[in-house]
């Protein structure tokens, strides 16, 4: 296995590699069967990361209590962080509408 | 609400307690209120979440502690076995999901944080920088070596 590739196995994986560089490890990996090897035991093992993080639900009792102190309160219109997060996934629609459909 | 859930998991994972997680992710939600005109439109507001709540959990009791530990850099010392089955195929091969639970819980705070943005919230590396206030060679080098302590965890797991 060649250590100038398997030094950048993870950012290919991640993503994370320049095009020039991805290409030369694509064009490795496919001609190399000790780090086609290893890429598929790190594939493998990023998913089963993926899957057991998800572990910790939060308590609906808890969620609700968040939900209540973030909710604009009776007197207290200003300000409330409800509000503004509702604000930026309104513009991230929007940006992700763009352009526009016009009729 | 928006990253409720993520962030209470992330919390958890962070304190591995339901009653700090559940402190943690409230303070993070009144940080977040009390400081939003410093949060710039246009720029990423999950890792400026993120960041806030992990700034918030470094700075509480047990996460102080978590960062008191060894050094990451004696996790390069210890060595794999140089085997066939790598720690992988076995425990692929075992399906252990709790395994990789508890490997992942042990290891030190900055190598279970990267692994969960990186492999759960699949954060670019730029993402990650930004989260975590560090350069983004940093990120791609902390994540080998979490990557590795994870496998020697796991490896010394399968021993038993």
């Given at each position: 296995?060649?250590?100038?590739?398997?030094?950048?196995l993870?950012?290919?994986?991640?993503?994370?590699?320049?095009?020039?560089?991805?290409?030369?490890?694509?064009?490795?990996v496919?001609?190399?069967?000790?780090?086609a090897?290893d890429v598929l035991?790190r594939?493998?093992?990023?998913?089963?990361?993926?899957?057991?993080?998800?572990?910790?639900?939060?308590?609906?009792?808890?969620?609700?209590?968040?939900?209540?102190?973030?909710?604009?309160?009776?007197?207290?219109?200003?300000?409330?962080?409800?509000?503004?997060?509702?604000?930026?996934?309104?513009?991230?629609?929007?940006?992700?509408?763009?352009?526009?459909?016009?009729? | 609400?928006?990253?409720?859930?993520?962030?209470?998991?992330?919390?958890?994972?962070?304190?591995?307690?339901?009653?700090?997680?559940?402190?943690?992710?409230?303070?993070?939600?009144?940080?977040?209120?009390?400081?939003?005109?410093?949060?710039?439109?246009?720029?990423?507001?999950?890792?400026?979440?993120?960041?806030?709540?992990?700034?918030?959990?470094?700075?509480?009791?047990?996460?102080?502690?978590?960062?008191?530990?060894?050094?990451?850099?004696?996790?390069?010392?210890?060595?794999?076995?140089?085997?066939?089955?790598?720690?992988?195929?076995?425990?692929?091969?075992?399906?252990?999901?709790?395994?990789?639970?508890?490997?992942?819980?042990?290891?030190?705070?900055?190598?279970?944080?990267?692994?969960?943005?990186?492999?759960?919230?699949?954060?670019?590396?730029?993402?990650?920088?930004?989260?975590?206030?560090?350069?983004?060679?940093?990120?791609?080098?902390?994540?080998?070596?979490?990557?590795?302590?994870?496998?020697?965890?796991?490896?010394?797991?399968?021993?038993?």
């Amino acid at each position: 296995m060649a250590d100038e590739f398997t030094s950048k196995l993870d950012a290919y994986l991640d993503g994370e590699l320049a095009a020039a560089d991805m290409k030369a490890l694509d064009a490795h990996v496919r001609a190399c069967p000790a780090c086609a090897a290893d890429v598929l035991g790190r594939v493998q093992m990023k998913r089963a990361i993926k899957s057991a993080s998800q572990r910790y639900e939060p308590r609906s009792e808890f969620r609700a209590k968040i939900e209540r102190r973030l909710k604009p309160r009776a007197g207290f219109p200003k300000d409330p962080l409800y509000f503004r997060l509702a604000g930026i996934a309104k513009h991230r629609i929007y940006v992700a509408r763009w352009p526009p459909h016009l009729p | 609400m928006p990253l409720f859930s993520q962030l209470y998991n992330f919390a958890h994972w962070l304190t591995q307690d339901r009653s700090e997680a559940e402190d943690l992710v409230q303070e993070t939600y009144v940080k977040a209120l009390r400081g939003f005109s410093g949060f710039q439109q246009g720029t990423n507001f999950r890792a400026w979440m993120y960041r806030i709540l992990r700034n918030t959990f470094l700075t509480s009791r047990s996460g102080s502690k978590a960062s008191a530990t060894r050094p990451l850099e004696e996790e390069d010392q210890e060595q794999l076995p140089a085997t066939e089955e790598t720690p992988e195929s076995i425990f692929i091969a075992s399906s252990q999901k709790e395994m990789l639970q508890n490997a992942l819980a042990e290891l030190p705070v900055p190598f279970r944080e990267i692994l969960l943005l990186c492999d759960f919230e699949e954060m670019s590396y730029q993402e990650i920088s930004d989260t975590l206030g560090i350069p983004a060679g940093t990120v791609m080098s902390r994540l080998s070596r979490a990557r590795r302590a994870l496998r020697l965890t796991l490896s010394k797991k399968l021993k038993v």
